[in-house]
């Protein structure tokens, strides 16, 4: 019925980096919908694991976002195991770099493009191919495409470039009523939030520094950025958007 959300009742999901945060709980969502799903990501014991927990609507492949084979291989295993093609893709996988453009190498800058652009850019182009309806891409992405963040300069350059991704495959997808949505957050209460700091001691403080600049007080938790990754995978007359989540950290 028009104007009616998308039904995610047997609906198949698949979410890159599901074993854990964000992409765990957005697994967790779908399946209590009445969904299928299918997670993947690079740690198979991971996977297995969050599955367990999931149930027996769901699924795991193990590999690395990085190649566009696996793309093509995660499509072809949900369609297989669940029968019929991905209906939602959740672009959640990626990876952070904490140093400044000047202290960055090539490897460094490299490593971060290929997860975080040439992952999503992989598994959207991979569904696009496999799409036969009406459907819906989410990717992550971060208030750093938006603003500026000194120490960060591979990541905020990732996620410009997931923005402008999603901006431009909603409007190639949208005569297939294929919906192309990006979820921003701030700051989130998981493992990437306490990664890979120069100095160890600065994971213990960032939850109170981070706060000190979200207007809200608090920073996100994964289930809260999941609704809103679930929240456009339903709603058929939005597309091309960036939905911030931050707290109001990009309001000031």
Known sequence: MAGSPRRLKDCVALITGGGSGVGFECAKGYIAAGAKVLIVGRNEETLKSACKSLGRHSDYLAGTVTDPKFAQAAMAKAKSGFGKPVDIL????????????????????????????????????????????????????????QVGAAGLAAYCASKGAVDQLTRAMALELAPRQITVNAVAPGAINSPMLFSKHTDPKLSETVIERNIESIPIGAVAEPEEVARAVMFLSQETHITGTILTVDGGYTAV
């Open 90 to 145: 959740i672009n959640n996988a990626g990876t952070i770099l904490r140093k400044t453009a000047e202290a960055t190498s090539d490897e460094d800058w490299a490593a971060v493009m290929s997860i975080n652009v040439d992952g999503v850019f992989y598994f959207s182009r991979a569904f696009a191919q496999q799409a036969v309806g009406k459907g819906a891409i989410v990717n992550l992405s971060s208030t750093c495409g």
